[in-house]
């Protein structure tokens, strides 16, 4: 697809478009708060996987249709009718099931994603928000990890990515009552990048995707790569490993542009390559 070009598809649960060097990805069940069953899921691997695979898409935005929710996460009523079926309990991650690899288990996965939140981000809503890599919230947004109350665990990453991307012992307390938080309290902590009233949630989405496409690409997956694997280095050990995106970056014509366009007093020309 060449850059500029307006395609995409409705599948059946989930609306993908590609505008330009961004895909847009949106759950579309607004009818159940777009909850996530498996055929979700089947068709977000689908997606996934092209979104990586195509070079001319520099950045993607993850979103739920409607006001109401990004998504509540897991479908329950068609988890009841599995499990009345025979089907054992699950634990963490979903390899072996459908639409596996998920979002929340593609650590591999080189291009930014934001997240537009609105409404309900709850469980696995609020665990595919963890997993992108920046998250913008309408005022009315809601969290919340409440599985515990249903003698369940965020097992889709919340366990794990939550007490990373917040204090520790704040995000125990969530984890361990179920209890619900505000979007402000979410910036507050820093889980989010930006609070914006409803009707400016649009726009201010847009402006992140514009500076990030103002950046060289291959830069941006440098910096996705290098901070994930690194969080758990000390210092030293991170500067003596060497990361894929980054020696992609450096002998990139992007890298050369860059410069060449500032002693010019010029917008650089991206390539990613």
């Not at 759950?27 to 909850?35: C, K, T, Y």
């Not at 988890?79 to 639409?99: I, K, M, Q, Y």
């Not at 917040?166 to 989010?192: K, W």
């Not at 990030?212 to 997956?221: G, Y």
């Amino acid at each position: 697809m060449r850059a500029g070009a307006k395609l995409g598809f409705k599948t059946r649960y989930v609306r993908y478009e590609k505008r330009g060097r961004v895909a847009y990805i949106t759950i579309d069940r607004p009818e159940v708060l777009n909850a996530l069953n498996l055929g979700t899921h089947e068709e977000l691997q689908a997606i996934w996987d092209d979104f990586e695979s195509d070079d001319s898409l520099w950045l993607g935005v993850l979103a739920g249709e409607g006001t109401k929710a990004f998504s509540v996460g897991q479908d329950l009523k068609e988890l009841v009718h599995r499990t009345d079926g025979g089907e054992p309990a699950s634990s963490f991650g979903s390899a072996g099931r459908p639409g596996w690899p998920r979002l929340t288990e593609r650590f591999s996965l080189s291009k930014p994603i934001i997240a537009k939140v609105n409404g309900y981000a709850l469980g696995g809503g609020l665990e595919l928000a963890l997993a992108c890599d920046i998250i913008i919230a309408s005022d009315c947004a809601t969290f919340a990890l409440p599985e515990a109350r249903l003698g369940l665990v965020a097992g889709a990453g919340g366990l794990f990515r939550l007490p990373k991307q917040i204090p520790y012992r704040v995000a125990v307390g969530y984890l361990m009552t179920g209890r619900s938080f505000s979007a402000g309290r979410a910036y507050e902590l820093g889980l989010v990048n930006e609070v914006v009233p409803l009707d400016e949630l649009e726009g201010a989405v847009q402006r992140w995707v514009d500076e990030v496409l103002r950046c060289a690409p291959l830069a941006v997956r440098t910096i996705k790569e290098v901070t994930a694997r690194t969080q758990t280095m000390d210092i030293e050990t991170a500067f003596a490993t060497s990361f894929a995106s980054e020696e992609k970056r450096r002998h990139s014509l992007d890298c050369i542009e860059g410069p060449r366009a500032f002693v010019e007093k010029r917008a650089p020309c991206w390539k990613g390559e």
